[in-house]
């Protein structure tokens, strides 16, 4: 049940001069989560502390348990144990003191695509209990910041794949969040979109709230993130300052791979019959 | 016809022959053959769809064969004419606007799957129009076409007129759809397009209401001679023409069928022509995608705060009553549901005083209708629910969105109600009663707000965004109609008082009494939307993960 490598907290990293993460107080603390679907264990007891400041990724295979796991820090779906704090405040006993602190881009969930972009960020910011001059200020940078402007008009649900998680990463930031959770962020986005994403999101950070992302791109993350987390098959399977993570390995790719057990397999001699030295 | 056609795309008849010196390759039957293997290979696999077709096609044969049977007892009617040229019509009709509510019906009537296959337009019109006639629906509107001519034709002329009459008919019919799909392809293949699809839906529902009072008023008010001044111009008006001119070739008038003989072909030909140009105008043009990406951004909107909307409450009432009120405007399932409302709720009322059957009571109707769109509020907003839980931490705002929510209904259904009641006040000439009927309508629209409320935090269920007939994702249909056949129970329950008082006066005899039946009715119908809000809040704020997986199926 509990998982082999849980290194919480994270001992100071490659990065001296930052101050040390280990001083600082957890953004979000998970205890024991659960989570089953009939007969699936989605997430299968997770105990995670995850630093405050900090870029981190929460990366694993497809299938992982990771959505699920946003899902359940988030307080979008209930989980069937364990407990999530964020700032120190529980998710699902003071939602009132969570729901203003934490940002949230989900993955595979719609935004209310008619509406164009700005009433999109107008609606929400009012919805957050802005009030309405500050909201349209905020939605006017957000929208300008996002290369967004021009399109500002136009529905929701006529926006390309890139538009629509930019525009939902507005969404997200507008109350300006301490933590900020994004499923799957650059998930078919083109690289000019997602240059700006990742611009918006290391100011963010820079000025000392946290990102919590997942994704499986591994070069994203490495390129990316101070910390992560690595979860296959519903566990944490290692968690730390990325330096740490990645250990002796080349690569996060090749650490990650050794990590969830698929470092050895190989397509191997199955398909000699496939390429054009071969027998037709 | 040119004999220009094109090089052949299909080498496999004739082996070996170097395609560019091909000759002109007949298209039409490669053409008729695909739409059969579509059909066939549509089929394949699939047991329910083999069954779903096969039903189909024994119900409309049924229908078909009855309707021509029908058809042909009238022949010898005085009013056999009348019939037959306005169904030619309506035919037409339906042919015309099928393919704008229905797309993707037909492969072959994509044009943008052709283009890059080097067909010259005209055969590749020809071969279209042939492979049109294969179907369920040609065999149909044949069916019908037969049993026409023969409820009309009488002599030699008239049979003579009726063996042209048929095929022109029918290609006539199919030719408009074809042609009007063609015109329509960039907009049937955009998002426009689908969100035109599902409004579909309202087009049935209402037009079925309107059918319905037409017909029982016809049936009413003398029958078929009152529609003869009508069937006087559509029997000029092709295809329809091509009816006209059986009969009236049956009676004698030989120069009258010749002109609507001239009338017909003239019509199909340009039909043709037309088709043509936009066919080939499409294969040479980009699609719509890629239009709409390049084109500079969309039209300018007011934005968010000004005009009107500035009138609303600040913060989230207003917020939310904005979403709302643009969503029935903007999201085709929910203008669809609140068009049928508001048509249905006119229609009964207004129509039933017209023919005489009034009752100012019947104004409630409207009420009703739209009482139900307080149903599954949070069905409403697909998965983008999450949105709003992630703004709900307590049961105030849990409330506060409710209650948004039921203002903007109410901002549209009060004064919709006051109007109606008036309306059908003025039709039957009671003023008395109106009072008692406005509150006894306001009294159900805020039982049904309470229900509505109620319903949408315990009975959420998804409401899929495609297809104009699925308003419930599968597996929790029996959630819905528990919701609102419940509801609707409930409702009637909770503003039984104000009927109960509204009888019991009217039992009594003390008209003179009625009027205060409307700010009872008011107040009552205000303390019961409001409680109902009350009740419902904490649910919401206590289930918000449930009701997020409950409305994010299919």
């Known amino acids: ?280 | 016809m040119s004999a220009a056609s094109a090089p052949a795309p299909t080498a496999g008849r004739a082996p070996a022959a170097a395609p560019a010196a091909a000759p002109a390759v007949n298209l039409t039957p490669v053409f008729v053959r695909l739409k059969l293997s579509l059909i066939r290979n549509g089929l394949k696999g699939s047991s329910k769809r083999k069954a779903a077709y096969f039903t189909s096609l024994a119900l409309s044969l049924a229908v078909a064969c009855l309707a021509m049977l029908g058809l042909a007892v009238l022949h010898g009617n005085a009013h056999a004419g009348t019939v037959v040229v306005l169904l030619a019509a309506i035919l037409a009709l339906g042919w015309t606007f099928m393919p704008l509510f229905f797309p993707s019906g037909d492969e072959t009537l994509d044009p943008s799957r052709l283009v890059m296959l080097p067909l010259r337009p005209r055969p590749l019109v020809r071969a279209l129009l042939a492979s049109s006639l294969v179907g369920i629906g040609p065999l149909f509107t044949l069916c019908l076409a037969v049993g026409s001519v023969v409820a009309v034709a009488r002599g030699a002329a008239g049979i003579a007129a009726a063996v042209v009459a048929v095929p022109l008919l029918v290609l006539g019919c199919v030719a408009l759809a074809r042609s009007v799909a063609t015109a329509n392809v960039r907009l049937l293949s955009s998002r426009k397009g689908r969100d035109l699809a599902v409004l579909s839906g309202l087009v049935i529902a209402v037009g079925a209401q309107l059918a319905n009072f037409a017909s029982q008023r016809l049936f009413q008010a003398g029958g078929l001679a009152r529609l003869e001044p009508a069937e006087a111009v559509v029997r000029w008006l092709p295809p329809a023409s091509a009816v006209g001119m059986v009969d009236s070739a049956s009676e004698g008038a030989y120069g009258v069928a010749a002109g609507q003989l001239a009338v017909t072909v003239l019509a199909l030909a340009l039909l043709l022509w037309f088709w043509e140009r936009s066919l080939t105008s499409l294969m040479v043009t980009p699609d719509g995608s890629t239009i709409a990406a390049a084109g500079p951004a969309g039209k300018r909107e007011s934005a968010g705060g000004t005009g009107a909307w500035g009138f609303l409450p600040a913060g989230r009432t207003g917020a939310v009553m904005q979403r709302t009120l643009r969503y029935v405007v903007r999201d085709p399932k929910t203008k669809s549901a609140w068009v049928t409302a508001l048509a249905v709720g006119v229609i009964v009322p207004v129509f039933n005083a017209l023919q005489g059957t009034g009752s100012l009571y019947l104004a409630c109707f409207g009420a009703g209708m739209l009482g139900i769109q307080m149903y599954n509020q949070f069905g409403q907003d697909t998965s983008a629910f999450w949105m709003v839980a992630q703004t709900i931490s307590t049961p105030r705002d849990a409330f506060e969105e409710l209650r948004a929510r039921a203002y903007a209904l109410a901002l549209v259904t009060v004064p919709y109600t006051v109007v109606l009641t008036t309306v059908t006040g003025l039709l039957v000439h009671d003023w008395s009663g109106y009072p008692a009927a406005l509150g006894v309508a306001l009294a159900l629209l805020g039982s049904m707000l309470c229900t509505g409320a109620l319903a949408s935090a315990r009975f959420p269920y998804s409401i899929p965004t495609d297809g104009a007939f699925k308003n419930v994702a599968p597996g929790q249909a029996g959630l819905a109609w528990a919701g609102i056949f419940g509801g609707m129970l409930a409702s009637a329950l909770i503003c039984s008082p104000v009927i109960a008082l509204t009888i019991f006066l009217n039992v009594t005899d003390q008209q003179s009494l009625t009027w205060i039946v409307l700010p009872l009715g008011a107040a009552w119908g205000t303390f019961a939307a409001w409680a109902g809000l009350r009740i419902a809040a904490p649910r919401v704020a206590r289930t918000l993960p449930e009701i997020l997986v409950a409305v994010s199926k299919g």
Not at chain 1, 8 to 37: I, M, N, Q, Y
Not at chain 1, 39 to 58: H, K, T, Y
Not at chain 1, 130 to 158: C, F, I, M, N, Y
């Open chain 1, 1 to 280: 049940m509990p998982d082999q490598a849980v290194a919480t907290g994270g001992a100071d990293g490659r990065d001296g001069a930052r101050s040390a993460p280990s001083t600082r107080r957890a953004a979000v603390r998970v205890e024991g989560l659960w989570k089953r679907f009939g007969e699936q264990v989605a997430v299968a007891g997770i105990d995670l502390e995850l630093p405050a400041g900090q870029f981190i990724g929460l990366v694993g295979p497809n299938g992982a348990g990771k959505t699920t796991t946003l899902s359940m820090v988030t307080g979008l779906l209930r989980p069937d144990m364990g407990r999530v704090l964020v700032a120190g405040h529980d998710v699902w006993s003071d939602p009132v003191e969570v729901k203003s602190r934490i940002g949230v881009l989900p993955e595979g969930l719609r935004l209310f695509e008619r509406l164009s972009g700005r009433e999109l960020l107008g609606y929400m910011g009012r919805l957050r209990g802005l009030p309405g001059e500050e909201t349209d200020k905020r939605a006017t940078q957000l929208l300008d910041v996002l290369d967004l402007a021009g399109s500002q008009h136009k529905l929701v649900v006529d926006y390309s794949t890139g538009m629509r998680k930019k525009i939902g990463l507005a969404a997200a930031l507008l109350h300006n969040p301490e933590v900020l959770f994004l499923d799957e962020p650059f998930e078919g986005v083109d690289p000019v979109s997602a240059q700006t994403i990742r611009g918006v999101l290391e100011r963010y950070t820079a000025s000392g709230a946290t990102v919590v992302f997942s994704s499986h791109v591994m070069e994203l993350v490495e390129s990316l993130c101070d910390w992560v987390a690595v979860m296959a098959a519903g566990r944490i399977r290692a968690a730390g300052p990325l330096a740490d993570v990645r250990g002796d390995a080349p690569s996060l790719q090749a650490a990650f791979l050794e990590l969830v057990g698929a470092g050895g397999r190989d397509a191997g001699d199955s398909l000699d019959w496939l390429g054009g030295q071969a027998a037709r």
